[in-house]
């Protein structure tokens, strides 16, 4: 499978942005898809799943209520909207096919299948 991420840019503190993956390649709508991202100088940190479905979702304690991650296995295609942006968001963040059906599983397991490129969102302040 492929991923193809886009969406990324430039915003203000308290903004929004929304990412989109597209995916290509294998069965997308039989996985669970995953959102990391990578801060300067730190490692890469889960920040969103949802399952094969699109009926359940798992979120990091730090993007909780303020990120939204959705798919539309039509398209193949999963989308991450962030909304009240904080600095503390700046990241390359990096969309994943999980090896798993669940959001849930996917997060703990941290299996990944592929990984996309990466789109950078820088959040000033």
């Known amino acids: 499978v492929q991923l193809q991420a886009s969406g990324g840019g430039l915003v203000q503190a308290g903004g929004s942005l929304r990412l989109s993956c597209a995916a290509s390649g294998r069965t997308f709508s039989s996985y669970a898809m995953t959102w990391f991202r990578q801060a300067p100088g730190k490692e890469r940190v889960f920040v969103a799943a949802i399952n094969w479905s699109g009926s359940s979702t798992y979120y990091a304690d730090s993007v909780k209520d303020r990120f939204t991650i959705s798919r539309d296995n039509a398209k193949n295609t999963v989308y991450l909207q962030m909304n009240y942006l904080k600095s503390e968001d700046t990241a390359v963040y990096y969309c994943?096919?999980?090896?798993?059906?669940?959001?849930?599983?996917?997060?703990?397991?941290?299996?990944?299948?592929?990984w996309g490129q990466g789109t950078q969102v820088t959040v000033s302040s």
């Open positions: 994943a096919v999980s090896t798993k059906k669940s959001a849930v599983v996917a997060y703990y397991s941290g299996e990944v299948d592929a």
